[in-house]
Nanobody, 125 residues
Framework: QVELVESGGGLVQAGGSLRLSCTAS????????MGWFRQAPGKEREFVVA????????HYADSVKGRFTISKDNAKNIVYLQMDSLKPEDTAVYYC??????????????????WGKGTLVTVSS
């Protein structure tokens, strides 16, 4: 059983930055691809970014490409999401996810192995 705990959310002005962290416990972290998803009020949850188990491969949603950066520290069991040039439309609850399959954490397949409880990011205009 893997537990995922997100942190780092908060309130930031448009154009600002935040760094989210997702700390994993249990399981073998390096064997899991990791992803971040988000859900804005009144909207469905959407894919943001994914990273392979090794950390060598990444995939970004077009809406965040060039502004967000994902990284994975397999020694510390942490995945980070650096968010720069934030926009009001980035406001959402951000969820960390883990699965053994990269396609799943890219949002291409259902059945994610593990989800965190989420952290709220609010971007004011």
């Amino acid at each position: 059983q893997v537990e995922l705990v997100e942190s780092g959310g908060g309130l930031v002005q448009a154009g600002g930055s935040l760094r989210l962290s997702c700390t994993a416990s249990g399981g073998t972290f390096r064997t899991y691809a990791m992803g971040w998803f988000r859900q804005a009020p009144g909207k469905e949850r959407e894919f943001v970014v994914a990273i392979s188990g090794s950390g060598e491969n990444t995939h970004y949603a077009d809406s965040v490409k060039g502004r967000f950066t994902i990284s994975k520290d397999n020694a510390k069991n942490i995945v980070y999401l650096q968010m720069d040039s934030l926009k009001p439309e980035d406001t959402a609850v951000y969820y960390c996810a883990a699965d053994r399959t990269m396609a799943t954490v890219m949002g291409l397949r259902d059945g994610m192995d593990y989800w965190g409880k989420g952290t709220l990011v609010t971007v004011s205009s």
